[in-house]
T-cell receptor, first 112, second 114 residues
């Protein structure tokens, strides 16, 4: 079945760039997503990328997609303390009900 | 502002109690989902519904049931709460073709079973 894998923890210094990586298994997945979860809150859609794109940029966020290696990354430029959160990668399960398959989440800690 | 509303942020229940977690969405979404979130395990799908009165088991349905009598409301029921059901519960909704909107999540209910 489909599986999405992420490293569990990343620590960066304020002002540096953060790169969160994700691997997925379903090569037919049409959309891939990044969600952000702040402490004690639900998940918010941060950004998405359509499968025919290699890169998507949205202000401080850059998403890179390598379909050959089934690798997705999220780069946050000029990381701030407000970026401290858990980041979830997700792919669409093709066929069936188009459910999202989530990774376990990467906890980003930003320190001064 | 579109939203998914979960009725309680925090809940404390006793072992053996029947527990109802309520979720309401105002986006006219067909699909609704219940997840539980535990540290290191990410999100695990309990049940989902793709239409009124329809339900499908997710990855961990044991000990849970659901009800969807109206399109906007999806209830999660713990028939007899146990301490291993202490967790954060997240509700989400979506259109049938998830597309660029993805899922919209509620704020979560942190349930403690004592």
């Amino acid at each position: 079945g489909e599986d999405v894998e992420q490293s569990l923890f990343l620590s960066v210094r304020e002002g540096d760039s953060s790169v969160i990586n994700c691997t997925y298994t379903d090569s037919s997945s049409t959309y891939l997503y990044w969600y952000k979860q702040e402490p004690g809150a639900g998940l918010q859609l941060l950004t998405y990328i359509f499968s025919n794109m290699d890169m998507k940029q949205d202000q401080r966020l850059t998403v890179l997609l390598n379909k050959k290696d089934k690798h997705l990354s999220l780069r946050i430029a000029d990381t701030q303390t407000g970026d401290s959160a858990i980041y979830f990668c997700a792919e669409i399960e093709t066929g069936g009900y188009n459910k999202l398959i989530f990774g376990a989440g990467t906890r980003l800690a930003v320190h001064p | 502002d579109v939203k998914v509303t979960q009725s309680s942020r925090y809940l404390v229940k006793r072992t053996g109690e029947k527990v109802f977690l309520e979720c309401v969405q105002d986006m006219d979404h067909e699909n609704m989902f219940w997840y539980r979130q535990d540290p290191g395990l990410g999100l695990r799908l309990i049940y989902f519904s793709y239409d009124v009165k329809m339900k499908e088991k997710g990855d961990i349905p044991e000990g849970y049931s659901v009800s969807r009598e109206k399109k906007e409301r999806f209830s999660l029921i713990l028939e007899s709460a146990s301490t291993n059901q202490t967790s954060m519960y997240l509700c989400a909704s979506s259109l049938p073709m998830t597309g660029n909107y993805g899922y919209t999540f509620g704020s979560g209910t942190r349930l403690t079973v004592v």
